[in-house]
Each structure stands twice: as C-alpha cells, then as structure tokens.
C-alpha cells in the first residue's frame, strides 16, 4: 500500500485546519502553522453564491412587462407596416394571373370553396383577436 492511500489523519494538521477556520470567522489572526489554511477559509468564503436569487424569474418578469419597448416596438410596426404594403402591391400587380392560374388548375367550383375557405380562416382569426382583447380590458 502507497502512502497516498494512508487515510490515517494528522491530529496537529487537523487542529491546524480548525485554528484557520476558526480565525477565519472571528477576523483574528492565524498563528503561523494556521495561515495557509486561514487563506483557504477566507477564500471559500468570498466565493459568490451560486444560483440567482430567490423569485428571480419573476422579478426580470415584472421589470420586461413594465418596460416599454420604444424603439423595438416602433420599429416592428413600420416594418409591418413595409410589408403589409409590399403584399397589397405585389397583389395589386400578379394577383389576377394568380387566380387565373389558381381557377384553371383547380376549377371554378373548387375557387369558390377556396375563398370560403379563407373568409373562414380570417374570421376565426378575427374571433380569437376580438376575445384576447376583451380579456385584456375587461
């Protein structure tokens, strides 16, 4: 058996290790066979906390719902506002070659249920924006 496998404890080395903690805790001073491990002590304990602190979610939270976005938000709807236009345009432009291609690959029978269709879909979207909003304002 190497000596690295001796787990047998020193008593002077351990009572060398209390005497630095113990310092440690108080702020008084080592005594010379205690410093090395008066260093170690004080160093565990300016170690920062792990983990953010409690209800941390919930503050950032708070702090993102009370923030106006300004700019962002500005922003965001010129840009929606770029492209609503651009699809108005594009529409205004191809939109009846779109058809005629739409109507004779698929029929004029089957057109007509396209756009019913699609009146379908935006009045559900419609519905559902109409609920959120009176959810948000009651």
């Not at 001796?6 to 805790?25: C, K, M, S, T």
């Not at 700019?71 to 009846?96: D, H, K, N, Q, Y």
């Given at each position: ?102 109507e004779h690959a698929a ?32």
């Amino acid at each position: 058996m190497s000596s690295a496998d001796d787990f047998r404890i020193d008593p002077d080395e351990w009572q060398a290790q209390e005497r630095g903690l113990r310092a440690a805790l108080s702020g008084q001073r080592a005594g010379p066979d205690a410093t090395d491990y008066l260093r170690i002590a004080q160093a565990i304990a300016s170690a920062p906390q792990s983990g953010p602190p409690m209800r941390f979610a919930r503050d950032v939270a708070v702090h993102i719902a009370r923030h106006d976005a300004g700019i962002e938000r500005w922003v965001s709807r010129a840009l929606l506002a770029v492209l609503a236009v651009a699809v108005l345009a594009l529409v205004s432009l191809f939109g009846p070659a779109w058809w005629r291609a739409i109507e004779h690959a698929a029929g004029s029978a089957a057109t007509g249920w396209l756009l019913a269709g699609a009146a379908c879909v935006a009045l559900s979207w419609l519905a559902a924006r109409w609920r959120a909003s009176g959810r948000k304002h009651p």
